[in-house]
């Protein structure tokens, strides 16, 4: 294979998807001769894991069956702040309406950011707008960010270079949002009708800096799980992999140990053919690996998604999980009998992510799908969303450090471009935000679960009297945003009521402001 | 001539340079065949009439003879929004240091965000600064607008297409400003230093929309005469017209009727070529004029531009003026004899602005050069700065009408682009921004003074308690950044006091917030 191809593949290893696929820095970095040369470019591989069946068995919502929205297109410019001849291009950006429990004209819009995935799977797995909009008279409108889902500027040729990628970015997509929210407003008459946003993981950021950029079109914002502090050096790098490691500490010692273990064994039988042999079997993997980097990557992801996902009721988001997952997870390993073998404690561990319903006859281990349509995320994390992130050594995963430099190098043999280190921060903030924001901007609910490994890069405390901060210890990632369902625990009906109660408040004050004339 | 470069023509007449120029849509509406096609193309005809003199002898430091400032230039982005292959590309932006007053390192840094002009021009007609920076110890920072001055991306090439002008942009400015700041900030060392921006006219735009975008960068904003609420229908599109009317008027009746005469007087006696040559001598055009359009023009532009400078003190903004030279324009109008030639009368008053230190010999009427770099205004007031304009019947210039289309065409035509009509208020708002910015944002202060033509688009009333309108009844166009003279009145040094206590105000604020940890 070419060695661009090669690149890209490392690349990829070292780029994170927000919202459900990372796959961690360290294991590239500690073993480069194992990395692999087999993987999709420039494609995280985290993602490689997700099978199209979760895509289809997805979502809580009553409607289910019938789809619960009608979706539209609307001719977007693709260069909001050039008008360079590209500029004049518009592309048919994807948004979906429910009006169902709209009271037409007053009823506010409940507006949802589409973050990193097409935009239907988004809507049936963000049900609390749907159980909240029938109180609030909303009309309900999720849209698609751009270069997602069906939302692709350039068709299928959308990611085939930097000429048309390099369109893919937070700024233009949250004038996407503004331009499409205006424009819907004036066809139906309800320019005064007022907007409140949502959004979860890198939605939720958009959601909050739409509402720190765009206050005249939005009231106010709901950015759950938002790590918008994950960027320079606010937040400390190794947070993400701590938050996984202390989720499973906090069930068992012997759990985290016993994953803490895993690598270096799996290092050592996977460094001859006969021991990749042997693994791929015990890894029950539909193709034998030709290197070890594929099942650690398989077993990282089946961590930290199942960290991100530890969820107190059973869902399906990207897999089928129980409740409290990572739980689960460690009563399996540590039901082994003493003597038993880290490996097969930790495959079996990893089938709660991936096989929970059982009906899986081998897996996948070097990557599969696509179904949700992540793919632009590698783009992303290239360019603008440098958010680094390092291993500890107190962390169950192997240690490993982070580098600009070579993050820069990478993205410039993988896709052709640098990344602007610190232009997230220049552009939206970060450092002191407390003190920034404290007397500047309103109405936003930061909502985070601390066994969420993206909570530290989280706003944990309120800022003002309205820019909120509700955490619940127990929560994993956007849980808040989920379908209300009967088992739910009392933590996360409260985070939800104050949700409500907040946003209430806010076209409340809307109403009394426009009243006065 | 070609006909695109005719269309270029008609097109200028119908843009207007904010700060400084403007020559009306009406005479070019309301008298299509009397269009010169001999105006340079993408160029408002009203900067014509600026003189090099007016560049040279401007500034009332008492540094004058040296520069009060250092110059330096920072490699910026071209684009900040894409990564497409252009936006690698860096040009040197112009920065302005005076470190003078600095107290290093905590004092306040105090940025004016350069507008439609050379920065080294804008400093030295920004004496306000020079004047409070000693009592707050700050270190003061001019920054160029980009395609303006020496900042130009593509050097001498820069104007020449769109593919070079579609970096021009008014977001693409502030992402420049914030850019520079922070690195600034860095290098310096001094990154908890708080930043107050500045700017007037445009530059005023700017600053209040930079303080709303980049609260992170700066703590407050002073815009002077910025009309940010000139866009749509915000403003009533006669607004502007009205204002220079009712300056005239109020200094005297006759003085009003006489300029409301003089167009149709105009139109008849440059009907052929005999009327052309005498207006011409009449109006010692250093040229026979072939059509009428340019001496309409060129009076229009004196009592425009004496209206937005219509200052309680002599001042040397564009042109050397005598202390209230509107009053003064009356005063020639009025001592005429009753039954003399209204033309007569016109160009005696006309000649305060061009003419009031008696020197010119002839009068460039159909333009002239362009000493301080406007060029670029044109592009952006066909691409984002879209301001509608009329002339009532009640104005003392000739009605006219404004058309979306009709302007879409001629940008076309003249710039290869059709404009956003709606862009700026997508962006940035104005709509209801009484109610938007009621309880959003701080620390921006908006000071007007009625006589200034732009008033009617700025905002005039207090918003909340730290979003403050500072509104003179006798100020003109940014007055209270110009240096203070030992003549001033009372209501400007009040002005200027009060924004030197708000802006303490501010500061104090800041460093509270920041020592509490």
Same mark, same amino acid.
């Given at each position: 294979?070419?060695?661009?191809?090669?690149?890209?593949?490392?690349?990829?290893?070292?780029?994170?998807?927000?919202?459900?696929?990372?796959?961690?820095?360290?294991?590239?970095?500690?073993?480069?001769?194992?990395?692999?040369?087999?993987?999709?470019?420039?494609?995280?591989?985290?993602?490689?894991?997700?099978?199209?069946?979760?895509?289809?068995?997805?979502?809580?919502?009553?409607?289910?069956?019938?789809?619960?929205?009608?979706?539209?297109?609307?001719?977007?410019?693709?260069?909001?702040?050039?008008?360079?001849?590209?500029?004049?291009?518009?592309?048919?950006?994807?948004?979906?309406?429910?009006?169902?429990?709209?009271?037409?004209?007053?009823?506010?819009?409940?507006?949802?950011?589409?973050?990193?995935?097409?935009?239907?799977?988004?809507?049936?797995?963000?049900?609390?707008?749907?159980?909240?909009?029938?109180?609030?008279?909303?009309?309900?409108?999720?849209?698609?960010?751009?270069?997602?889902?069906?939302?692709?500027?350039?068709?299928?040729?959308?990611?085939?270079?930097?000429?048309?990628?390099?369109?893919?970015?937070?700024?233009?997509?949250?004038?996407?949002?503004?331009?499409?929210?205006?424009?819907?407003?004036?066809?139906?008459?309800?320019?005064?009708?007022?907007?409140?946003?949502?959004?979860?993981?890198?939605?939720?950021?958009?959601?909050?800096?739409?509402?720190?950029?765009?206050?005249?079109?939005?009231?106010?914002?709901?950015?759950?799980?938002?790590?918008?502090?994950?960027?320079?050096?606010?937040?400390?790098?190794?947070?993400?992999?701590?938050?996984?490691?202390?989720?499973?500490?906090?069930?068992?010692?012997?759990?985290?140990?016993?994953?803490?273990?895993?690598?270096?064994?799996?290092?050592?039988?996977?460094?001859?053919?006969?021991?990749?042999?042997?693994?791929?079997?015990?890894?029950?993997?539909?193709?034998?690996?030709?290197?070890?980097?594929?099942?650690?990557?398989?077993?990282?992801?089946?961590?930290?998604? $199942?960290? &991100?996902?530890?969820?107190? #009721?059973?869902? /399906?988001?990207? %897999?089928?999980? @129980?409740?409290?997952?990572?739980? =689960?997870?460690?009563?399996?390993?540590?039901?082994?009998?003493?003597?038993?073998?880290?490996?097969?404690?930790?495959?079996?561990?990893?089938?709660?992510?991936?096989?929970?319903?059982?009906?899986?006859?081998?897996?996948?281990?070097?990557?599969?799908?696509?179904?949700?349509?992540?793919?632009?995320?590698?783009?992303?994390?290239? $360019?603008? &969303?440098?958010?680094?992130? #390092?291993?500890? /050594?107190?962390? %169950?995963?192997? @240690?490993?450090?982070?580098?600009? =430099?070579?993050?820069?190098?990478?993205?410039?043999?993988?896709?052709?471009?640098?990344?602007?280190?610190?232009?997230?921060?220049?552009?939206?903030?970060?450092?002191?935000?407390?003190?920034?924001?404290?007397?500047?901007?309103?109405?936003?609910?930061?909502?985070?679960?601390?066994?969420?490994?993206?909570?530290?890069?989280?706003?944990?405390?309120?800022?003002?009297?309205?820019?909120?901060?509700?955490?619940?210890?127990?929560?994993?990632?956007?849980?808040?945003?989920?379908?209300?369902?009967?088992?739910?625990?009392?933590?996360?009906?409260?985070?939800?009521?104050?949700?409500?109660?907040?946003?209430?408040?806010?076209?409340?004050?809307?109403?009394?402001?426009?009243?006065?004339?």
């Amino acid at each position: 294979m070419a060695a661009s191809s090669l690149l890209a593949a490392i690349l990829a290893l070292q780029l994170l998807l927000l919202l459900v696929a990372f796959t961690p820095a360290p294991a590239a970095a500690a073993s480069p001769s194992k990395r692999p040369i087999h993987q999709p470019p420039s494609f995280p591989a985290g993602i490689s894991t997700l099978r199209r069946r979760a895509a289809s068995s997805s979502g809580r919502l009553a409607t289910e069956a019938v789809k619960p929205f009608t979706a539209h297109y609307f001719p977007q410019e693709l260069d909001h702040f050039t008008f360079t001849p590209n500029s004049s291009r518009v592309f048919s950006q994807k948004y979906l309406l429910n009006d169902t429990f709209w009271r037409k004209p007053t009823g506010p819009l409940f507006v949802y950011m589409g973050g990193e995935a097409d935009i239907e799977w988004l809507a049936t797995t963000t049900g609390f707008m749907f159980d909240i909009a029938p109180e609030f008279g909303a009309l309900i409108v999720f849209i698609e960010h751009r270069f997602y889902g069906e939302s692709k500027p350039f068709g299928n040729d959308s990611y085939k270079s930097v000429d048309m990628l390099g369109y893919l970015t937070s700024t233009q997509a949250l004038a996407d949002f503004a331009i499409l929210i205006t424009s819907l407003k004036q066809n139906m008459s309800i320019v005064d009708a007022p907007v409140v946003v949502f959004g979860g993981s890198y939605g939720g950021m958009l959601a909050s800096w739409f509402r720190l950029k765009y206050p005249h079109v939005a009231i106010g914002a709901l950015a759950s799980s938002a790590p918008i502090l994950h960027f320079d050096d606010i937040t400390p790098w190794s947070s993400f992999h701590d938050t996984v490691s202390q989720d499973f500490k906090s069930e068992s010692l012997n759990c985290f140990s016993v994953i803490k273990a895993v690598w270096d064994v799996l290092d050592n039988r996977g460094s001859n053919d006969t021991g990749l042999l042997e693994l791929s079997k015990t890894f029950r993997a539909c193709k034998t690996v030709q290197f070890i980097y594929p099942l650690s990557s398989w077993l990282q992801t089946a961590f930290i998604h $199942t960290a &991100m996902m530890d969820y107190p #009721t059973p869902a /399906n988001f990207l %897999m089928n999980l @129980p409740a409290y997952p990572v739980k =689960e997870m460690c009563k399996i390993i540590d039901s082994f009998p003493a003597g038993a073998d880290v490996i097969d404690k930790a495959f079996a561990a990893a089938s709660v992510y991936y096989n929970y319903t059982g009906d899986q006859k081998c897996f996948q281990v070097e990557g599969g799908d696509d179904p949700h349509g992540f793919k632009g995320w590698g783009w992303q994390a290239c $360019t603008e &969303m440098v958010m680094p992130m #390092t291993v500890s /050594n107190e962390s %169950m995963f192997r @240690p490993s450090s982070f580098s600009y =430099e070579k993050m820069s190098e990478n993205c410039l043999a993988g896709y052709g471009v640098r990344p602007r280190m610190h232009w997230i921060t220049s552009e939206y903030g970060g450092h002191k935000i407390d003190k920034v924001l404290k007397r500047f901007g309103s109405n936003i609910i930061f909502s985070n679960g601390m066994r969420d490994p993206w909570s530290g890069g989280g706003v944990l405390k309120n800022i003002s009297s309205s820019i909120i901060a509700l955490v619940t210890e127990k929560g994993a990632h956007h849980l808040d945003l989920r379908s209300a369902t009967k088992d739910d625990p009392d933590w996360v009906v409260e985070q939800r009521r104050q949700e409500v109660e907040i946003i209430h408040g806010w076209i409340d004050q809307y109403n009394k402001d426009t009243a006065q004339g």
